[in-house]
């Protein structure tokens, strides 16, 4: 009788450890997630600020280049 008991528990901690190994393996499976996620729009962030930087070079240098055109022309 007492064997009976004792399998009777041994059998329902092994499936408490396996409902928890299961309830965890979802929470870190939503977490990666959510982290991809985040990976993602942290790169989508810093390629427009590479790109806003880039086009704000290219303005200047266009600029200059015009300003150098007009004092060409000023000086005629």
């Not at 962030?45 to 060409?72: F, M, P, Q």
């Amino acid at each position: 009788m007492n064997i009976n008991l004792e399998l009777f528990d041994i059998c329902y901690m092994m499936i408490g450890f396996m409902i928890a190994g299961i309830i965890f393996m979802i929470f870190i499976s939503k977490m990666k997630k959510e982290i991809k996620s985040l990976k993602r729009q942290y790169e989508k962030k810093s390629i427009g600020a590479d790109d806003s930087s880039l086009r704000v070079k290219t303005l200047e240098n266009k600029i200059k280049t015009l300003e150098a055109a007009l004092k060409k022309q000023m000086e005629k």
